[in-house]
């Protein structure tokens, strides 16, 4: 196997520099928001927390929206992975179940993450041209649940995941309580796996 030439070897690395910077600033990003909440997260802070300058930050995020978008793009990438293990895990019982309860427990295991990908005014498009691949891999785990349903199994998604993300904030603002999820996911269930 041939050694690639220095000038390649060289731009590989900083390459390799850059994205592991980026995940630095995310990683931080995410760790200050679990702990302190996103109105502590500034480039300002950031830079302290990973000992970088303001100016490195920039060289990989436009401004602080960038950093929030691209951990709401991985919360994204991580809810699809966990909803995909949760479709795929089901030997017997409802996968749409499975993956119900999947969704509820990564909104209450991940609330910064979640109210980034969800509550926090970004710019990430959704259902269009320009929705990065993340986006459209969680989504396309609720289609899996409806295909061949006699509803368009994009509508069929979008409800589905609009309930749960209902369940998901008025549980974690304590709206609803908590003795009855087990009973509102069996339910929410059979009102999409029923016979049409």
Excluded at 59 to 69: Q, S, T
Excluded at 132 to 149: I, K
């Amino acid at each position: 196997m041939k050694t690639p030439p220095p000038a390649n070897r060289i731009a590989e690395r900083k390459l390799r520099d850059k994205q592991t910077r980026r995940a630095q600033i995310i990683t931080a990003a995410r760790q200050i928001a679990e702990i302190e909440g996103w109105s502590n997260v500034t480039v300002r802070r950031l830079a302290d927390e990973i000992s970088y300058s303001q100016p490195v930050l920039y060289a990989h995020f436009e401004n602080r929206e960038g950093i929030l978008a691209a951990v709401a793009i991985e919360g994204f990438q991580e809810l699809g992975l966990a909803l995909e293990k949760a479709r795929k895990r089901v030997k017997r019982g409802s996968t749409v179940e499975s993956v119900a309860a999947a969704y509820l427990e990564f909104a209450a295991s991940s609330p910064a993450m979640y109210e980034a990908m969800f509550s926090l005014t970004l710019t990430v498009p959704f259902d269009n041209a320009a929705t990065p691949p993340e986006l459209r891999f969680a989504f396309s785990q609720f289609l899996e649940l409806f295909q061949g349903q006699s509803l368009k199994p994009e509508v069929l998604s979008e409800l589905f995941w609009a309930n749960l993300h209902g369940i998901a904030e008025l549980t974690r603002t304590k709206r609803f309580p908590p003795s009855r999820q087990k009973e509102r996911v069996r339910t929410l269930v059979d009102l999409f796996t029923l016979p049409r």
